[in-house]
């Protein structure tokens, strides 16, 4: 059957990568446009998705113990600026509110770009004893950035996210809590999103305002450019001392508690559109989908179409699929294109001639093949695609991963990698600025992270050639 | 045994119940104070009460065909001044953003007091075909209104809720969803919050700004006044008119649709704290509760104690029971009146004693009986305990509603009722805003409702005289 409307519309991704993941958002029903530059508005099938993602995450941090809480929306100027580094990074991108109703404010307040400084000043009041620790907390809520160019997901002036901040006793508490959250956000990526993650420490000057140490997933796209996919840090006891944040420790000594962040936003559905998304639209995982299967009626107006397909659908949900029927009134046809935009990973047709053999037709959505399934087995065979489904989204993200990241060298070497394949590159790197920023310059890329898989590409620093043993992987990121 | 510590602290509730409500949220570690007036620190204790509503509301609302999903933050000022009515009630009390990073705006833009005005402006965007509705959405997030006094969750200048906005093909498919979702909330408050409610008709003095109808539920707290728990609105074509919203309908002629919205907020919790609680502090229905069994070792450092309670608190979570073991080295007094004070509504004592008889001591919240329980009955007799708290919750609440609401057949009866003894009183009324005024100005309250469950209080506007067939229902409004 051709496809229809829809489809047309979208640009092809090889031609405009940019310009198909716009066309998708919208096309799919993803995101509309508010009036206020960089202000999206999240649409129903957008924020199923969010939730989806919501719930494998919120379920996992409170088996681990966090407890979430709501901070204000507002900070006083006064409050941000208590910590030197963070106000630094922050300051220059946030909305400022100067009027409650008629009233002039005395003070500026900010709209939060992150939560650090709200969490310190309660935890200055809350927290006395040794006692009273460790504080595992975590706020679901949406954060202001002024940002100049902003895209729907990849770079919201306002965008949803989940914010960790977790208090502790000591300095190996605190990271052994920014590692574990961070295989947190490796397991929701890996098992759940389909998408294979470079793990690893940023460097220094990638790292967050006002840790010591920043972690992060790193994801390769589509179009070969990695996408920062979830950051867990450790910040020692820097924001504690900055905010006077002090607890009488077991030998009933005062000390400064040691203290992490760590977040994942709404930027992971760009992430999974750019992963797994083709020219029919999205493809989404069926771990995360909001519909993992959609029964279509063919001919439905003929006895006995529509009610072998609510039965299709009740067996699907009584077997734990999240499944929907779509009986309007456009033709198949538009319906397939429609459901392959919205990324539907299975797609069940049924019609006369199948109810006579007693089977459904069955068409997955990542490759396009199509087979008659008993309906008999229909259970089974759905749960088993599923998985399949799952599987092959996952391995051909990780060789699309893998065949493009490549070892260099020299500099020269990785400037001829990246001017003719893109993609990351593998190198020794000595752990200075300077190298970073003449990487940039010289080759287009930043350092994406020091990953915790090291190998040796060589052993000295492939910029200035001084001994190293630090690998890095560089890449062009959104 | 004694009680320590925290209770010492609270002031008695028939004294000053103002007071009593500050030291409750605080004590019970449901607040703390941010740094800004009227914004509070939702903690875990009171997050957890809010995830508990949020699921019990947001399965409803899914169940009836709602999806989520998200506007934004700001609303630019032109927006918010497209409906008349709406713009003159929310104006006066939005906080105003002039200023994203250095940048000076070119229109200033307000924190969302309500999004009533982004739905209208993204179904504009999408709306065209009666095939496109009806639309039924929500949104979970929080709003801000500058407030001149505030409270923890009474009246705080941010607030959580939820807004739900939908819109339809016709008025009669929008009043019935208004009803529905008032249906909802009442739902809600009778059966899981253990909170009776007057359900009714606002007047148009006190209904909502560009609503054509709004529809409440009135709870009565312990201090005999009122707290408006959920409101449902009618808003029939007024804002699809002002926002040009159009669809053809199945004649083919183009129309607008008719809308509602509706909302419950965190405000709520200030209701269940105001209805139950009691000089100990906090007292949570079951049903809501975050912690429904506490069970508190006696003597935990005596052999098989400690395995005891785990045992006992194992088997209450495999039944189902949200159960806590508290093995903190605190007394055990210290602990009665800790948990005591959160309202847990059942406590769980075992030591070395109960364990020789295979027994555990039950101590109720709400009543403070307590009773030996045969270990091997454990489960099924937590089960009903929990019960029977919140049925008698209910009651004890249902009571003091039907005790405290009185006719008043002259306005002199009125005020000398509610001068005597408060609470809400029923009188006829005439419909007219004079005679509103007149009773707010000579008895000190105002109209809370025009309930469906009208009886006669005689035959004329008990303010003017009037003829009239319609009661409503009067009291003091938090």
Redesign the interface.
């Known amino acids: 059957m051709a496809r229809e409307k829809n489809v047309e519309q979208i640009t092809n991704m090889d031609e405009d990568f940019g310009q198909w993941f716009t066309d998708v958002v919208t096309k799919a029903g993803l995101i ?1 446009y ?3 530059k960089g ?6 099938y957008a ?2 998705l ?2 989806n993602i919501q719930s494998a995450l919120d379920t996992r941090f409170k088996e681990l113990g966090h ?8 900070i ?1 100027e006064s ?1 941000l600026q208590k910590e030197k580094d963070h106000v630094e990074g922050f300051a ?12 002039e404010l005395a003070e500026r ?1 900010c ?1 939060r770009p992150t939560s650090e400084t ?1 969490f310190c ?2 935890w200055n ?2 927290v006395k004893s040794w ?1 009273d620790l460790p504080l595992l ?1 975590n706020q679901w ?2 954060v ?1 950035r ?1 940002e100049k160019s902003t895209r729907p997901f990849l770079r919201g ?2 965008f ?1 996210w989940q914010e960790g901040h977790t208090l502790h006793e000591t300095a190996e508490e605190a990271q052994r809590e920014t590692q574990q959250m961070l295989d947190v956000y490796e397991e929701l990526c890996v098992d759940y999103l389909a998408m294979p993650v470079v793990k690893g420490r940023k460097t220094d000057k990638e790292k967050f305002a006002g840790a010591e140490a920043t972690y992060t997933l790193e994801c390769m796209m589509h179009d070969k450019k990695a996408l920062q996919s979830g950051t867990s840090h450790y910040f020692g006891d820097g924001f504690a001392k900055a905010f006077d944040i002090k607890f009488s420790d077991r030998e009933n000594k005062l000390r400064h508690p040691h203290q992490t962040s760590w977040g994942l936003s709404t930027r992971i559905i760009g992430g999974i559109i750019m992963t797994h998304g083709d020219n029919n639209g999205l493809c989404l995982p069926p771990r995360i989908a909001p519909v993992q299967v959609v029964v279509i009626p063919i001919a439905s107006q003929k006895a006995g179409v529509m009610e072998k397909s609510e039965e299709i659908a009740a067996r699907l949900k009584d077997a734990g699929i999240r499944v929907k029927i779509d009986a ?2 456009q033709s198949p046809g538009w319906k397939f294109a429609e459901h392959e935009m919205k990324g539907v990973p299975l797609r069940i047709e049924i019609g006369p001639k199948d109810i006579e053999q007693e089977q459904c037709m069955a068409a997955r959505r990542d490759n396009g093949e199509k087979a008659a399934v008993p309906l008999a087995e229909l259970e089974a065979y759905a749960a088993r695609l599923l998985g399949d489904i799952q599987t092959s989204l996952y391995d051909k993200a990780k060789a699309n991963l893998t065949a493009n990241t490549h070892p260099a060298a020299t500099l020269g070497e990785a400037k001829e990698i990246l001017e003719s394949h893109g993609g990351f590159i593998k190198t020794m790197w000595c752990g200075s600025e300077e190298c970073e920023a003449r990487m940039k310059e010289e080759a287009g890329v930043t350092s994406r992270c020091i990953p915790y898989e090291q190998e040796r590409v060589g052993n000295v620093c492939t910029i200035c050639g001084k001994p190293s043993d630090t690998m890095v992987v560089w890449g062009v990121a959104y």
Chains 1, 2 share one sequence.
């Open positions: 509309d508010s009036g206020v202000f999206f508005i999240m649409r129903p924020y199923a969010w939730e407890e979430n809480v709501s901070m204000p929306l507002l006083p409050l220059p991108e946030v909305a400022w509110v100067t009027h409650g109703g008629a009233e307040l709209i709200l000043d309660h009041h809350i006692r907390y809520c949406s202001l002024w002036r306002e949803h309007s009134d």
